[in-house]
């Protein structure tokens, strides 16, 4: 039977094409169900205040970097959404005089405008934001060298050489309305994938690279950081690949209930749990790596039931 077309945008593939039973599965399941999702490979933890949950979202950074020595570099891919833990690590950095002379930092995505991605000084530079809520706040005596922060370019071949040699020891990431982590979006309805999205297989051999951004994203991040502007964000960016992901040794997913919806959250919950992959839903196929773990604020998880406002 053909997938139908999206409900959302009919040129892309997205969650609205997957079978209705998975969507109708999700929506049913509880807190408590969520929980009972964890199986050998991926892990479903709550936390019961904000402070708790961007506490421990910094304290990973905290223990990537200390796992560096300058004979065996490691470090931690983190996002833009959510930041609010960023100004936590440098506090907890500068506090307990962390040296992070051999740590690594790679920034997951950056926008593209015009072929290129944009300067620091746009104001939806997410080098920008972390420069400003992390990096620039660390004590000079106990920063990173510059040549140690990674942030993605148009042109993503120095970024991709700087997985080399670097040992990762998670990927952090947030969960957008589209489903994704990074810009990792579904992908659009054309050329050979106007029947079927690509499988599995071929998603997850993609590399850093410039991305068409799904309108959803587009419209996302208008809310959440442009306050509505849709025109101000970009068409385009450049993520961080599925290829980059597989060498995380861990991938941790932060839902604070602020960003994808509690559908959204049960959604890919569900599809990692199940091993259920498919590219029109881009988180679950994280269902392929060996150490996931989900983080939900239980106050973010809402509830599927109907209720008019």
């Known amino acids: 039977m053909a997938r139908p077309l999206s409900k959302i945008a009919p040129d892309w593939w997205d969650y609205t094409t997957i079978d209705k039973s998975i969507l109708d599965d999700a929506a049913n399941l509880t807190p408590e169900d969520l929980l ?5 490979g991926f892990r479903v933890v709550f936390y019961d205040t904000l402070e708790d949950f961007y506490l421990a979202e910094a304290l990973e950074y905290i223990s990537a970097w200390r796992q560096s020595s300058p004979d065996a570099p490691a470090g931690i891919c ?11 690590v440098a506090r907890i950095v500068n506090a307990l005089d962390i040296d992070l002379h051999s740590a690594h930092f790679w920034g997951m995505d950056e926008w593209v405008l015009g072929g290129r991605e944009v300067a620091e000084d ?8 972390d420069r400003e809520l992390c990096f620039g706040r660390i004590r000079p005596d106990l920063a990173m060298p510059d040549a140690n922060l990674h942030f993605p370019k148009a042109d993503p071949s120095e970024y991709v ?3 080399e040699g ?3 020891a998670v990927m952090q990431g947030g969960q957008g309305d589209i489903k994704h982590w990074a810009f990792n979006d579904p992908p659009k309805r054309q050329g050979a994938y106007v029947d079927a999205p690509p499988s599995p297989q071929e998603y997850m051999a993609l590399g850093t690279r410039v991305v068409d951004l799904h309108p959803v994203t587009v419209m996302q991040n208008a809310r ?7 025109d101000i964000v970009p068409n385009q960016a450049v993520t961080v690949g599925p290829v980059q992901t597989m ?43 060996p150490n996931v773990q ?4 239980r106050g973010g998880i809402g509830s599927c039931g109907v209720e008019m406002h």
Do not use: Y
């Not at 983190?78 to 936590?88: A, F, K, N, S, Y």
């Not at 919806?261 to 988180?283: E, W």
């Not at 989900?294 to 604020?297: D, R, V, W």
């Open 78 to 88: 983190g996002p833009i959404g959510p930041t609010e833990q960023l100004p936590l």
């Open 166 to 168: 670097v040992r990762c």
């Open 247 to 289: 060498k995380a040794e861990k991938v941790s997913i932060w839902h604070a209930g602020a960003h994808d919806n509690a559908f959204g959250q049960r959604l890919t919950t569900l599809m990692i749990a199940k091993r259920l992959p498919d590219s029109a839903v881009p988180m679950s196929l994280l269902a392929l790596h």
């Open 36 to 40: 009972g999702l964890s199986r050998d």
């Open 122 to 129: 746009h104001p939806l530079s997410f080098a920008r934001a």
């Open 224 to 230: 959440t950081s442009g306050g509505g502007k849709v």
């Open 294 to 297: 989900f983080n939900f604020f």
């Open 161 to 163: 050489s700087s997985w």
